[in-house]
């Protein structure tokens, strides 16, 4: 969807509003198919509404001048669980401090249950036909000292040690500790979520915005649906760092409609729909007065998987900033797992050739 608003600014055929994913921002704002903010509402706010919307997801959006989007839709990946299969196997979360320890808790539960139906200890789609970054090799090279690009915006050093075990790690998955599925280099992240909810994985990798949609389509008790942080791969951080994300929804700046678009967009993100956003839609607040306002609801058993986004936002999340192009990373670092497990390249082969992939399509546009 991405690509094709970038594709119609240059025919001048975009919608007035429209949404741009994280990874395509940077390319999105270079393009200039963006609206600024500014020229919209926000050089009328109070300096309070602004500090309101403020996140690091908002800030994502500037090019140092100007804001061009609203982060719709916000959250960060982590893991999606059972929570009576851990309390069936008398695991608790705490118990998940490392991806050692994942590995070792996905063993025990893995297992044919008492209906006859194989239960994987852990998920992930490796399908480029969707791109997310889901996998354990994107929030390894997140960790890794100066994360996954450089201040140029090339890739920073994946096939060094760090990508190398990652990208093992994702293979001894399926080859070592058989708590995945071959089929798993075939599944789409969507095809994941489908088998999570049909009860055959006892664990996976999703998005937290996600929570809600597999609470509403489980074969189990769906309060049975946990989320958690990525554990931990480097000593001395406590877990993983995950990709936060939002869908960043802007006005097109070739509209005949900027002034109307704007009213639209201002209101999306006013205090009364952000309370509905919460309220009506289970998602996490744009605004952080929102969250005191719908404590009544996020403070809730049923939505302790909002807590853990907002936990893993506010300490151990990466936010693109908008400032370089990275369109198609998440598809390079599955073709990576594509290239080792199935096409006959080395670990430190597959990175090199992931790395160059992404050069070629990012680097000097």
Known sequence: MSAKVIAGHVAGTCPDIFMINMANLGEAIASGCMEPL???????WTEEQKADIGSELFAAGTDGTYHYEVPLFSGCFGIMYRIDLF??????VEDIKTWDDLAQVAQKLTYVNDEGLQ??????GYSTEVTDPHGVLPTVLFSQ????????GEPNNWEGEQGQKGLQYQIDLIDKYNVMPASAIALTSEEIYNMFEAGQF????????RVPTVKSLTAFDPDNVGFMAYPQWNEGQPHSIANAYAWNTAVWSGSAHKAEAGKFLEYIVSPEAD???????????????????CADVIDTAANSWMKTAQYIYNNSALVFAGAYSITGFALDLQNAMIY???????????LQQASQDFIDRNVGR
Do not use: C, H
């Open 145 to 152: 000292p100066g994360s996954i690009f450089t201040e140029a």
């Open 87 to 92: 309390e069936e196997f008398g695991i608790k």
């Open 38 to 44: 500014e020229n919209l509402f926000y050089q009328n």
């Open 119 to 124: 239960v994987y200890g852990y998920g992930v």
């Open 275 to 293: 309370e509905l956003w919460v309220r009506e839609a289970a998602q996490i607040p744009i605004l952080s007065s929102t969250y005191a306002k």
């Open 340 to 350: 080792a497990y199935s096409d006959g390249y080395t670990v430190p082969e597959a």
């Open 202 to 209: 006892a664990m996976i990798s999703g998005g937290s915005i």
